[in-house]
């Protein structure tokens, strides 16, 4: 039996170990970090919860004898990429990343692209008064001091009651969302821009896709660097990846 740990919290993590769970040959686990309150939780084995640093995770893949690893994590989740890689590498494991392509920006996009959530909140202040904050719960005390802003945040849970909130509104909501209740939500609200994270795929672009019909600008935030490795962009693709690995493995023990 080979074990496979999928490091999840995408749908596409969630989507991979429904496959998998059909492999015969082939057992997986699903780690969840744990920030979401009620997560969606994929079929198969589950944990939820950090490991620990590198340290914390090379000793995970060792008590429960993970034979390959897989970062299906957010584009946005760089500390744990960097923590995989280097845990996989220290165990001498196989390790793939599998994440979505970014969205690319096309005719009638008016992306203001900068490289952090402190760069998005410098460019908000200089030209908004009423601005779309569609980057979830853990960075919004990064605009908490633009006082003089209204902004409209979009999240699965809400704030802890200790964070730093940006004057406006909390929508706790959670994806996909549609182009109609989209084009709704910025009109009532009279949103002038809109920050969002480049996270790519289809269930949060509804946004984009009205922004560019209302002729609004967004702030696209674009995804951090990841460490060097394989990679992967479709589930068919990981599966194919671990196909050949588990054919190896029985040629191997033959």
Known sequence: MMRVLILGGTGEAAQLAAKVANIQGIEAITSLAGRTREP??????????????VTGLVNYLHQMKIDVLIDASHPFANQIAF???????????PRLKLIRPP????????WIEVDSIKAAAAVV????KRVFLSIGRQEIGAF??????????????????????????VLCDRGPFHIHNEREILIHHQIDTIVSKNSGGDAT???????RELNLPVIMVNRPL??????????????????????????NSQ
């Open 40 to 53: 969606s939780v994929p079929l198969g084995n589950l944990r939820i919860g950090g490991f620990g640093g």
């Open 83 to 93: 923590n995989a890689a280097e845990a996989a590498m220290q165990v001498k494991i």
């Open 103 to 110: 969205w690319k920006q096309v005719n009638g996009d008016r």
């Open 125 to 128: 202040e200089n030209q908004s």
């Open 144 to 169: 908490a001091h633009l006082q003089q802003i209204w902004f409209l945040m979009r999240m699965i849970d809400p704030p802890e009651a200790q964070a730093l909130v940006p004057p406006g509104k």
């Open 205 to 211: 672009y509804a946004k984009i896709i009205v922004a």
């Open 226 to 251: 990841l460490p060097p490795g394989e990679q992967v962009t479709e589930i068919d693709e990981a599966l194919v990846w671990l196909y050949s690995l588990l054919g190896n493995r029985c040629n």
